[in-house]
């Protein structure tokens, strides 16, 4: 029997512990631009603390403004995951608070990521693990359900899967597939290798800025005027 919306699978196919590890340290705009710019998570889904995200996603779909699976996702959940919660964007009723974000933090998630809103947000501030939402409001949420656990789901505009790789910094989430992930962190390791030269060579005043000379914009078919506006 197949109860699509009102549903629970208690298996997450995590990825392995070394493997999430090679993102460790790897700042998110280098990652997403080796995966071409895609798998970010919309700008409106920001952090409320400092606290670096990093682990595999144990997924939530809930009702809008309802989170009863969100609550027995706490039970689940297994320490180092991080629970996205996709309540479609939604920011009308809060779906946790500081109670809930104290269980959480007491079981040893690697985070929260919510597409939707948060209250007690002071507490959450002060708090060591990561937490993200779209937004904050002191209406509380129903606990009457349905809704899924460990699905596929929406957050900001990218699907999360169970077991994705999530890496968040202060410019953001980025999702990555566990197939995928050796080879971005290799080339997003290279990226911020290079970065790391380029802002050398700006203290050292050898950075090669031939490609924007006017010459190189005039190739480009600019025109270059050397008047005032008129």
Not at 62 to 72: L, P
Not at 123 to 131: C, D, K, R
Not at 143 to 150: L, M, R, T, V
Request: hydrophobic share 40%; charged share 25%.
């Amino acid at each position: 029997m197949s109860n699509a919306g009102f549903r629970i699978y208690k298996k997450v196919n995590r990825p392995d512990k070394e493997l999430i590890e090679q993102f460790r340290g790897l700042p998110v705009a280098n990652i997403a631009d080796e995966m071409n710019r895609f798998s970010c998570v919309d700008a409106r889904i920001k952090r409320v603390n400092k606290a670096p995200l990093l682990g595999p996603a144990f997924t939530v779909k809930a009702r809008i403004g309802d989170n009863m699976m969100f609550h027995k996702a706490l039970d689940l959940a297994q320490p180092g995951d991080i629970i996205v919660v996709d309540v479609q964007g939604d920011t009308v009723n809060s779906v946790t608070g500081e109670i809930m974000m104290r269980q959480a933090l007491k079981k040893g998630l690697a985070g929260i990521v919510i597409d939707g809103a948060i209250r007690d947000v002071e507490a959450l501030q002060e708090m060591v693990m990561p937490i993200y939402a779209a937004a904050v409001t002191p209406k509380g949420p129903y606990k009457d359900g349905p809704g899924e656990i460990n699905v596929p789901v929406s957050c900001g505009g990218v699907v999360v899967n169970p077991g994705d790789i999530l890496v968040g910094d202060a410019d953001g989430i980025v999702v990555i597939r566990p197939q995928d992930a050796p080879v971005v962190a290799e080339k997003a390791k290279g990226k911020l290798r290079k970065e790391q030269a380029t802002m050398k060579a700006i203290e050292e005043g050898t950075l090669d800025r031939s490609m924007y000379s006017d010459e190189a914009f005039i190739k480009k078919g600019c025109e270059i005027i050397d008047d005032f506006y008129k």
